[in-house]
């Protein structure tokens, strides 16, 4: 998997619940760090569910992530 997700070439935000019980966010960390443009966020007191559990939090991390400067990610 870490081979694949390394041929990505688009920016990523990779949101992780800081709660998840079933995947934890070292995971997530570790998605991000294989991702060359990628970002990793943690959301508090949010599990597996994201979008569903603190959807105020995916907005705004998503809103937020669009300014940000992936150029500094290029390879």
């Keep these: 998997m870490a081979q694949r997700l390394g041929t990505l070439e688009i920016p990523t935000l990779v949101l992780w619940g800081d709660s998840d019980r079933i995947v934890d966010p070292d995971?997530?960390?570790?998605?991000?760090?294989?991702?060359?443009?990628?970002?990793?966020?943690?959301?508090?007191?949010?599990?597996?569910?994201?979008?569903?559990?603190?959807p105020d939090q995916v907005v705004h991390a998503i809103w937020d992530g669009a300014d940000t400067d992936f150029s500094a990610f290029a390879r």
């Design 27 to 54: 995971y997530g960390r570790a998605y991000a760090a294989a991702i060359p443009p990628a970002r990793f966020q943690l959301l508090t007191d949010t599990g597996h569910n994201a979008q569903m559990e603190t």
